[in-house]
């Protein structure tokens, strides 16, 4: 296989001047016109993705497409400025992007998208504008509801993925060009990008706790029918977003496919917990049929397939989950039935009754909740649940006399009151197994104050009743014959979501399950193959990758649980381009199990780019805690040039906590 024509810097003129940096990989210097294919997001080509993209685009281009790797305005090396994600304005870089590449001699006019997270999300976003060159996506790790399903909000509950992914962003957005691209300039551009943020990105998503306008643009759920583009949704189960695929297939229009596997947040060939797959011959097969018009029969392949998970003892990281592949034809599937349990005083069953049980959970319970959005290689996952089960109120069915498939979205319907204003519930369904180890299939939370809906909180009336419903996760699971299911129900799941205020008893009254399951007359799964990975980019590892929930511990003299977390991406020297680049950050959650107020979020995030004569770094420093009922966030932007401070700038900002008056 020869290697393709790889250009380290193509410059696109936009309407308004701006040029965006790109990277393009052809099949050969003097390639025929071929289709194209774009992935479009602000993670730094020339460095941060670097190793990403030289795994995926070669891959590509060998057989037979022009990948072009596109630094969005004001990342990387492109010109401009962002501040924010998924906006009007990258739509529209994004659209002019798409129309340049259908113009250029070694394009043939059609044009695909593919991504994972940012990408994945912009793909859909792009894709519902309906550019006349772009054909087909693959949309990976993504969704399609930017307040209902992202790293910000869950049922209405504020995560502390906000606050860690927003350090994130906080930090990236404001690192410097490479000089070697951009010049002498490239100081004052990174001057400008630094003065740019006028926020922390944390907290302009915190001031916006309802699903209002600013949630709603960008949300592809919105207007399915405005995509005409062919969707493959690929996710993980044990990724954040794998709702988006199944409400992908059942919304949109265009001709669609969903793939999901047992990984967590990365693309399927190296994707952990495995099986891997050979994700690239399968994406070469979407790209062949949509792009050049090939039959390569994946259209008459089901339309879902999945990893249908088994039991297995509760990790924190797993190389391989137990399971086997499954398929639909079509989802919503006919082989999916809905199977209707109550939930009463002796448990789980066919008939529900009266409860009237209250539950008051310690702050801490969650402990074993493991991380909202898992890379799958660090210890991420969800632990043994009995500690938590123990802190909630539990409700077991008999041992099954037969292995019971579950597949989609449970639901738990409840009846409660509340001593409060405000609350929240958690709501875990777990598999006990014959030696009592729980663990959890699926969960799902809600804050009370939404219980109408996420466009506007409401408090709520101390000791009145309300019917309330909650939507766990999308699954694929198979509970073996002698285990049973557990519906486990706290009011409390820190630290993976913040507290609902000063702590509430909830009584239930009464309560039921709707649980998916599958029947035996699936569809057929199409092999996946072995993963194949092209080789790696070049690099000398100078500080190794570490990411997951390192610590729990309890301070008994202070009464605090500590969570601690490491989310490095290292430190390597990229050869090609003689560079040592940076990437460390870590966390520290804190809380009271007594004092739900009590409450701390602590990031740090480190970004440096070092070459011989020059070193430029990036540093932040954020806090949230609960005060006076509402939220405080510190916050430090610092930026040096070598041992010089060239930009510095503080935060302190009070932010409501909720909308209701």
Not at 51 to 70: K, N, Q, S, T
Not at 344 to 359: E, I, Q, Y
Not at 370 to 381: A, R, V
Request: charged share 25%; net charge negative.
């Amino acid at each position: 296989m020869n290697a393709p024509h790889v250009e380290e810097t193509v410059w696109i003129g936009l309407s308004d001047g701006c040029r965006v940096a790109a990277r393009l990989w052809l099949p050969r210097a003097d390639t025929e016109p071929v289709p194209a294919i774009l992935e479009y997001l602000p993670y730094r080509r020339r460095d941060r993705h670097r190793g990403d993209d030289a795994v995926l685009h070669p891959a590509f281009a060998a057989e037979g497409y022009a990948c072009i790797r596109v630094d969005m305005r004001g990342a990387g090396d492109s010109d401009g400025l962002m501040n924010d994600e998924y906006t009007p304005g990258e739509w529209k870089d994004a659209v002019e992007v798409i129309d340049w590449i259908a113009r250029q001699p070694w394009c043939s006019g059609a044009v695909g998208m593919i991504g994972l997270s940012w990408s994945g999300f912009n793909s859909l976003q792009i894709a519902t504008l309906a550019p006349p060159a772009l054909k087909a996506i693959v949309t990976t790790c993504a969704s399609d509801d930017r307040y209902g399903d992202d790293m910000h909000y869950m049922g209405g509950c504020l995560l502390n993925d906000n606050i860690q992914y927003g350090s994130t962003l906080f930090t990236w957005i404001a690192t410097p060009p490479d000089p070697e691209i951009v010049g002498e300039r490239w100081r004052d551009m990174w001057l400008k990008r630094l003065e740019t943020v006028e926020i922390p990105p944390a907290a302009r998503w915190m001031q916006h706790s309802d699903r209002d306008g600013y949630w709603k643009s960008g949300s592809a759920c919105e207007n399915y029918g405005s995509i005409k583009a062919a969707v493959l949704a690929v996710g993980g189960w044990a990724d954040g977003y794998t709702n988006a695929v199944m409400r992908l297939l059942s919304g949109l229009t265009s001709p669609r496919k969903g793939l999901i596997g047992p990984w967590g947040h990365a693309y399927p060939h190296v994707a952990t917990p495995g099986p891997a797959i050979d994700f690239i011959a399968y994406a070469v097969r979407w790209w062949d049929h949509w792009l050049k018009g090939r039959d390569t029969g994946i259209m008459d392949e089901p339309m879902l397939t999945c990893w249908l998970q088994e039991h297995e003892k509760p990790q924190s990281r797993y190389g391989a989950r137990k399971g086997r592949w499954i398929a639909e034809e079509s989802w919503d599937s006919p082989n999916v039935s809905v199977r209707k349990l109550g939930i009463n005083a002796n448990g789980l069953g066919a008939r529900g009754g009266v409860l009237d049980m209250s539950v008051r959970s310690p702050a801490s319970t969650g402990l074993a909740s493991g991380e909202w959005c898992p890379y799958g290689w660090g210890p991420d996952m969800p632990l043994d649940q009995r500690e938590d089960d123990g802190a909630s109120l539990c409700f077991d069915g008999e041992g099954l006399a037969a292995p019971l498939q579950i597949l989609g979205g449970a639901r738990v319907h409840l009846v409660l009151s509340c001593d409060n204003e405000e609350g929240m519930v958690a709501v875990r369904l777990c598999e006990v197994a014959p030696d009592g180890t729980s663990s959890r299939i699926t969960y799902g939370l809600l804050n009370l104050q939404h219980r109408s809906g996420h466009g506007a909180a409401e408090k709520l009336v101390p000791g009145r009743r309300y019917e309330v419903e909650v939507k766990l996760k999308d699954c694929a699971y198979e509970t073996p014959t002698g285990h049973r299911l557990r519906v486990a129900i706290s009011t409390a799941y820190w630290p993976l979501a913040m507290p609902a205020g000063a702590g509430t008893t909830v009584t239930l009254h009464e309560a039921s399950l709707a649980l998916p399951v599958r029947g035996a007359k699936g569809a057929r799964p199409a092999s996946l193959g072995e993963p194949h990975v092209p080789p790696a980019l070049a690099t000398t590892v100078l500080v190794l990758p570490e990411r997951g929930r390192l610590r729990m511990s309890r301070d008994l003299s202070a009464g605090i649980t500590r969570v601690e977390v490491v989310r490095n991406l290292g430190a390597v020297r990229i050869e090609d381009v003689a560079l040592e680049l940076k990437a460390l950050g870590s966390e520290t959650y804190e809380i009271k199990p007594d004092d739900s107020t009590a409450v701390r979020s602590e990031t740090t995030r480190l970004a440096e780019f070092r070459r011989t004569g020059w070193c430029a770094a990036v540093e932040t420093h954020s806090v949230l805690t609960m005060e006076g009922g509402n939220w405080r966030l510190k916050a430090r932007l610092e930026a040096r040039h070598g041992n010089e401070t060239i930009f510095a700038r503080d935060w302190n900002l009070i932010i409501p906590r909720s909308s209701a008056e």
